[in-house]
């Protein structure tokens, strides 16, 4: 079954540096998005992407972060000057349509020193 | 908004024995679906069940069934036959709008489950 893949699985980054989350969805899937889970709390809606450009972002979707699918096959997440409290794991999910589940990539753990 | 709560931060069950964790809602919409997401240690969110709002029928999957109570805005997640494998979080969750492509998840807090054996 296909899967959405995410690289890395663990990123440590030292404060105030950039950091490029990635992720490959499902070949034919249309709609992409991240989500964000601070350790012991839910799970958050950051940003979602459609047609090549954002739908819809959060409040916490601050300047500091933005998105791309630069070749059409990956998505990625970057976060421009990393904060203490960007340590959260990170999941990008796809789907492709109205009324599809969105699957769920494994995630990347991001540790910010 | 959209709210998802869940009033059990955790749980205990018996290995082999039927456990029902609880959800409720809120929203104006009259479209939308319902999912059950597992987290397990690894951290992975694995899609447990999903009921579209507008079938009667409560979704079934093996051992996993759900109470889906529209008016109530209640839906509740049953696990027969516990098993050790079972004990992860688990979340409850909503999209509205019809499940519209650039519609967003919206999650509960998550039930710790355990199970003893």
């Known amino acids: 079954e296909p899967e959405v893949t995410q690289t890395p699985s663990h990123q440590v980054t030292q404060m105030g540096q950039e950091v490029i989350l990635r992720c490959v969805p499902i070949?034919?899937?249309?709609?992409f998005y991240w989500y964000r889970q601070i350790l012991g709390q839910k799970v958050e809606f950051l940003v979602s992407?459609?047609?090549?450009?954002?739908?819809?972002k959060s409040e916490i979707f601050d300047d500091q972060f933005s998105v791309e699918r630069p070749d059409g096959s990956n998505f990625t997440l970057k976060i421009r000057s990393t904060k203490l409290e960007d340590s959260a794991m990170y999941f990008c999910?796809?789907?492709?349509?109205?009324?599809?589940?969105?699957?769920f990539g494994d995630g990347t753990r991001l540790s910010i020193l | 908004a959209q709210t998802v709560t869940q009033s059990q931060p955790e749980m205990s069950v018996q290995e082999a024995e039927t456990v029902t964790l609880s959800c409720t809602y809120d929203t104006s919409e009259s479209d939308y679906y319902l999912f059950w997401y597992k987290q397990p240690p690894s951290r992975q969110m694995i899609l447990v069940i999903r009921?579209?709002?507008?079938?009667?029928q409560n979704a079934t999957e093996n051992r996993f069934s759900v109470n889906f109570q529209k008016a109530a805005k209640s839906f509740s997640l049953k696990i027969s036959d516990s098993q050790l494998g079972d004990a992860a979080m688990y979340f409850c969750a909503y999209i509205g709008g019809g499940g519209g492509g650039d519609d967003k998840i919206i999650f509960g807090k998550g039930t710790r489950l355990h199970i003893l054996p």
């Open positions: 999910a796809s789907t492709l349509g109205q009324g599809v589940t969105q699957h």
């Open positions: 009921q579209e709002a507008y079938k009667q």
């Open positions: 992407f459609y047609n090549n450009e954002i739908s819809e």
């Open positions: 070949s034919n899937h249309l709609y």
